[in-house]
């Protein structure tokens, strides 16, 4: 009777175990893709959304870098993120990050990297800027650090060594405040950024000055961990790509102006990752 009673008490210890297991939620991380980083309502409202419609608990993350979202899917590879194009290339080669979709913006699911800089400046393009001083987000953002690392490489020039200063800020959104704020000459920063930034900031609209458009490329993409099964995987695209057709989606898509969602393969992504391999060469 003793033992009966000891094994019935040990399965349903296991079966609370694996109930708390399953309704511990996800997270969904964020970092620079968006104008806000924190307590973002359009990105807690995006998150929400999401889990009601692949019927998943999920929780958004914040990180203060794209490093810091991969050390968090590769410690949780279940976990989802909204990263950018040059880490997701990086890291789908080295640790099989998956693809899930990429936002369209513009109707397109791609975007530019702007050079931005003060109203009346003489220089006119990125190459005038020698000696001066560059603010970028992130040191593996694709359209802050990689583009114009990039773009000066055709040119025989080495951005280390090209500017006074490397100014790194951490955000799109402080590139733009450190070339409104004169503590940089120039940035180059993500389109969609600061379309919103300026939708916030109309006032700043006549203060800055866009110098040249780099691009398209791939835009920052939805992916997850490679511990994230294949039908999860394909709920959520499923959820993603109907979302413009979703009343609430639809307002959600609207308050991050963006207009819907599209699955591209890993190729995709190719532009970036032919970049990549040419900075590294």
């Keep these: 009777m003793l033992k009966s009673l000891i094994h019935i008490l040990s399965l349903?210890?296991?079966?609370?175990a694996s109930t708390s297991a399953a309704a511990e939620s996800s997270k969904l991380a964020f970092s620079g893709v968006v104008l806000?980083?924190?307590?973002?309502?359009?990105?807690?409202?995006?998150?929400?959304?999401?889990?009601?419609?692949?019927?998943?608990p999920l929780e958004p993350s914040y990180k203060d870098s794209y490093q810091g979202i991969t050390d968090y899917l590769q410690e949780h590879k279940q976990y989802l993120a909204w990263t950018c194009g040059a880490p997701f290339v990086q890291d789908h080669q080295r640790y099989g990050q998956q693809l899930i979709a990429i936002p369209l913006f513009k109707g397109s699911p791609t975007y530019h990297s702007l050079v931005i800089s003060k109203q009346g400046r003489v220089e006119k393009a990125l190459l005038d800027f020698?000696?001066?001083?560059?603010?970028?987000?992130?040191?593996?953002s694709n359209s802050g650090f990689v583009v114009p690392s990039y773009a000066l490489k055709q040119h025989g020039i080495d951005i280390h060594q090209y500017f006074r200063l490397l100014l790194h800020t951490g955000s799109h959104q402080a590139s733009i405040d450190a070339v409104l704020n004169d503590l940089v000459d120039v940035a180059n920063?993500?389109?969609y950024i600061l379309v919103e930034y300026l939708k916030s900031?109309?006032?700043d609209k006549g203060k800055l000055a866009i110098l040249e458009r780099f691009g398209p490329f791939p835009f920052t993409p939805i992916v997850a961990g490679r511990g994230t099964p294949p039908d999860v995987v394909k709920r959520?695209?499923?959820?993603?790509?109907?979302?413009?057709?979703?009343k609430e989606g639809k307002q959600i898509l609207d308050k991050l102006g963006l207009d819907g969602f599209v699955v591209k393969p890993v190729s995709f992504y190719q532009p970036i990752a032919d970049m990549l391999?040419?900075?590294?060469?």
Excluded: I
């Excluded at 959520?236 to 979703?246: E, F, G």
């Design 130 to 140: 020698k000696g001066k001083t560059f603010a970028y987000s992130d040191d593996r």
């Design 201 to 203: 900031h109309p006032e």
């Design 189 to 191: 920063v993500d389109e």
């Design 277 to 281: 391999k040419e900075l590294k060469e």
């Design 236 to 246: 959520l695209q499923q959820a993603l790509l109907s979302m413009s057709n979703d």
């Design 36 to 56: 806000e980083q924190g307590n973002n309502t359009a990105l807690n409202n995006f998150t929400q959304w999401l889990a009601k419609k692949v019927n998943c």
């Design 12 to 16: 349903l210890a296991f079966v609370v």
